[in-house]
C-alpha cells in the first residue's frame, strides 16, 4: 500500500478520436482494477486541476494535452483509492484533446486502446455483475470492466445506461477500500 495521503480530489479526462467513435481509455496497471480514462489525483501536486489535467496525460499517456473543455459531470464521489486516509474524491471532468505519440507509463497503465462507443455499455455491465458478486475479484482484475467511478460518469454523460440499482450497488463497491475487495 502506498504511504502517500489522498487529496481527495481527481480529474478525469475523456479523449475522442476525431470521429466521436471512440474514447481512449486505459487498464490500469494499479488497484483498483478497471478500465478508465486517463485521470487521475488534483489537487495533491498540482496547483489546480487543469496543470492535474496537462500531468496525467503526459505522465499515463506520455501525450501533450492541446484543449481542455470542463464537463457539467462531476462532484464527489465515494470511490476510493489506494492512498492513506482515502474517503471519496472530488471530480472535475473534461474533454481534452491531445498530440504526441502514445507512449504510456509502464506502472500505471498495463494497456491503452481506442474503445468503441458501444463497447462502453459492455464494460459497464461487466463492473455491475462484480458488484453484484456475479464476478469474483480475481475474474474482474483479470478482465476487467469500467472502473467503478466511471460506470457514474458514463451513465450521467449518456454513454451507458445503467439500472438505478446496479449504479448503487457499483458505488457502495467503489467506496469499499481496495485492499478489501
Known sequence: MTTKTCCKTSVGLIIYNAARTHILMIKRGTAPAGIAPCAGHALDEHASYEAAGHAEAHEELGLKLTSLTWLEVGGFHPGRCRRHNSTGHHWRLAEATVTGQLNPSPREVAAVAWYPLTALQALAERTAAWADGRLTTAEFTADP????????????????????????????????????H
Open 145 to 180: 470492466g469500467l472502473e467503478p467511478v466511471f460506470c457514474h460518469w458514463m451513465d450521467e454523460l449518456g454513454l451507458t445506461e445503467l439500472p438505478a440499482g446496479d449504479l448503487d450497488r457499483i458505488e457502495t463497491l467503489a467506496a469499499t477500500p481496495p485492499s478489501q
